[in-house]
């Protein structure tokens, strides 16, 4: 099983980029899926989760009103909507999965599946 995290690139701050996250297997479908973020020299955090099949959707405190996060099962792709960029932003992206909830859907260490990662530089 792959996750494939696509769509980072160098942004100026203000700006939006969408993330996509695609999975290798339809199995990956009915997961919990979420993106986490890691700067340089900064441990890997939470920015935002969706449920399946309710689709609730959780998000850390510093990226609420400005990003969403979706998911699309019949294309087995996760996405992400970055409004409003900070520097802060700046960072390597990486798509989660795991196959059943968790109320620690905010730390790392409940994922099984991970993608490659995928840069995103915010410039001031």
């Known amino acids: 099983v792959q996750l494939q995290a696509s769509g980072g690139g160098l942004v100026q701050a203000g700006g939006s980029l969408r993330l996509s996250c695609a999975a290798s297997?339809?199995?990956?479908?009915?997961?919990?899926k979420a993106w986490f973020r890691q700067a340089p020299g900064k441990e890997r955090e939470f920015v935002a989760a969706?449920?399946?099949?309710?689709?609730?959707?959780y998000y850390a405190d510093s990226v609420k009103g400005r990003f969403t996060i979706s998911r699309d099962n019949a294309k087995n792709t996760l996405y992400l909507q970055m409004n409003s960029l900070k520097p802060e932003g700046t960072a390597v992206y990486y798509c989660?999965?795991?196959?059943?909830?968790?109320?620690?859907?905010?730390?790392?260490?409940?994922?099984?599946?991970w993608g490659q990662g995928t840069q995103v530089t915010v410039s001031s």
């Open positions: 989660a999965a795991r196959p059943i909830w968790s109320v620690q859907y905010y730390n790392p260490e409940q994922y099984n599946h």
């Open positions: 297997e339809g199995t990956l479908s009915s997961y919990i």
């Open positions: 969706v449920r399946w099949p309710t689709t609730r959707t």
